[in-house]
C-alpha cells in the first residue's frame, strides 16, 4: 500500500488487444492497479511487455478494449471524444520517447503549446513556460529551435513542456532513455521535485536503475502485471 493520499487512479480487468496480420495480439490482459495521489509509480517491463500501451490508455490517449479506468472516480474509458481530450488539456503532462519537438518554433514556443487548449493570458503562459523551461536548466537555449538542441537537450524541453502546466498526473514513457547518466539523474530530480508539490507521476521504463528512483514499481510482462492485482 502506498503511504500517499487517495487514489487517483484504478484500473480494473484492463485490457487491450489490436490485429496484426489477421491475429489479434494482447497488449494488456486483464491489468488491476491502483495509484495514489501524490505518488511516484514505476512501470518496469522489457520492450513489448505493454508499457506504453498502458501510459496511453491512462493518458486518454487509446481506449481500452475491455476493462474500467477511473481518474478520481471518473469512468474516463466511458467518457465522449471531447470529454478525453479536455481531461488531457487539463490534467496530463506527457513526456514521450522521442520529444516530439516542432521544429519551427523556439524552445520557448514549444514549451508554450499546451497553453493553447487552456484559459490562460499570453503573459501567464509565457512565464509559466519560462519557469519550466529554467527548472530543467534550459533558459540559456529559449530563443534556439530544436535543430540547434543536443538530443538531450530536446528531451529536456520535452519534459518542461510537460511540467508548465503545473498537470495534476505527469506521465512519462522511457523520459531518459536518450540521456547520458548526469542529465538522466537531474530530470529524475525534477519529477521528484514536483511530486513534493503533489503531482503524481507515472514512468514506464525497462531500466531497473531508473525505476528504483520511483516509490514504487510495478513490473508489466507479457501484458499482465506480476504478482497480479497491485494496490
Request: aromatic share 4%; hydrophobic share 40%; net charge neutral.
Amino acid at each position: 500500500m502506498s503511504a500517499c493520499g487517495d487514489p487517483l487512479i484504478e484500473a480494473s480487468g484492463l485490457a487491450k488487444v489490436f490485429l496484426a496480420g489477421g491475429r489479434e495480439v494482447r497488449a494488456l490482459d486483464g491489468v488491476d492497479f491502483v495509484v495514489h495521489r501524490g505518488e511516484f509509480l514505476g512501470v518496469l517491463g522489457h520492450s513489448g511487455s505493454g508499457k506504453s500501451t498502458l501510459l496511453h490508455i491512462l493518458g486518454c490517449l487509446q481506449r481500452p478494449s475491455a476493462g474500467r479506468l477511473s481518474l478520481a472516480g471518473r469512468d474516463v474509458a466511458a467518457c465522449s471524444e471531447r470529454e478525453r481530450s479536455g481531461l488531457r488539456a487539463r490534467e496530463f503532462g506527457f513526456v514521450f520517447q522521442a520529444a516530439h519537438l516542432i521544429p519551427e518554433l523556439t524552445v520557448l514556443e514549444n514549451v508554450k503549446l499546451p497553453f493553447l487548449y487552456r484559459d490562460e493570458t499570453q503573459g501567464e503562459a509565457t512565464r509559466r513556460a519560462e519557469e519550466a523551461i529554467e527548472e530543467v536548466g534550459l533558459e540559456a537555449r529559449r530563443g534556439h529551435r530544436p535543430g540547434e538542441l543536443s538530443g538531450g537537450e530536446a528531451q529536456r524541453v520535452a519534459v518542461a513542456r510537460a511540467l508548465a502546466t503545473s498537470p495534476r498526473l505527469i506521465l512519462a514513457d522511457e523520459p531518459t532513455g536518450s540521456l547520458d547518466p548526469s542529465t538522466a539523474a537531474a530530470v529524475l530530480d525534477v519529477f521528484a521535485r514536483r511530486r513534493r508539490r503533489g503531482a503524481t507521476l507515472v514512468m514506464v521504463t525497462h531500466v531497473r536503475e531508473v525505476a528504483v528512483s520511483c516509490e514504487r514499481t510495478l513490473t508489466l510482462s507479457g501484458g499482465r502485471l506480476e504478482g497480479g492485482a497491485q494496490v
